[in-house]
């Protein structure tokens, strides 16, 4: 069963304006990674931030990780239109398995 | 970086017959491949895990005789769905895991998917 909730499921806002998602587990991971999916394709890995770290940053890419609240925000930054897309957060347990969130859809205007 | 390779990318079918998925890893060889199921518009469900020379171990609530896998190689594995029906169409996603990536954030790498439809 899926362990992460994300909010919010859907997400609209202009371009250059900076998007925040949020995403909750229930179990102790390992890692907790964050995924793009363009509409009916494969996943791309965005980022990936481990259970001892708590802010993460990779270009317009900014993760944190709360292990207490069990959540991890993403935000990406001056967003485009490109970033028009599904993203869903993933967290890792033992053997690699993924356990993933729920998603959001977020749509950048142009 | 390695690459994950999925065919078909997408398929028809009629009801009642069988249908093959292949996952194959291109430049690295991945003991471990799992395999996972996306409805519209919701969120990537794990099936199973693919294990090479090994039974796949299912999730819970995964018919294992519904969706059969073969990881007979370690560059390879198959997810059948046999006596396919409507309720089956989803999206199928194999990801595959490098055991030799010494970079910790892409150890995981996801093939683009195949879209299933029966009809």
């Known amino acids: 069963s899926q362990q992460g909730e994300e909010d919010p499921q859907a997400l609209s806002i202009q371009e250059g304006e900076n998007a925040t998602m949020n995403c909750s587990y229930k179990?102790?991971?390992?890692?907790l990674q964050w995924y793009r999916q363009n509409s009916g394709r494969g996943l791309v890995h965005l980022i990936l931030i481990r259970s001892n770290e708590r802010e993460k940053h990779s270009g317009r890419l900014r993760v944190t990780l709360d292990t207490s609240k069990k959540s991890s925000s993403l935000l990406i930054t001056a967003s485009r239109a490109a970033d028009t897309a599904s993203y869903f957060c993933a967290g890792e347990t033992s053997g690699s398995r993924l356990t993933f969130g729920e998603g959001t859809q977020l749509t950048v205007n142009p | 970086g390695a690459v994950v390779s999925q065919h078909p990318s997408w398929v028809i079918c009629k009801s009642g017959t069988s249908v093959k998925i292949e996952c194959r890893s291109l430049d690295f060889q991945a003991t471990t491949m799992f395999w996972y199921r996306q409805f519209p518009k919701q969120s990537l469900m794990l099936m199973a895990t693919?294990?090479?020379?090994?039974?796949?171990?299912?999730e819970q609530g995964v018919e294992k005789d519904k969706f059969l896998i073969n990881h007979a190689s370690l560059t390879l594995s198959t997810l059948t769905v046999t006596s396919a029906h409507p309720e089956d169409s989803s999206f199928y996603i194999c990801?595959?895991?490098?055991?030799?990536?010494?970079?910790?954030?892409?150890?995981?790498?996801f093939g683009s998917g195949t879209q299933l439809s029966v009809l």
């Open positions: 179990t102790s991971i390992n890692n």
């Open positions: 990801s595959a895991r490098d055991p030799t990536f010494r970079q910790e954030n892409e150890k995981l790498f």
């Open positions: 693919s294990n090479e020379g090994s039974k796949a171990t299912y």
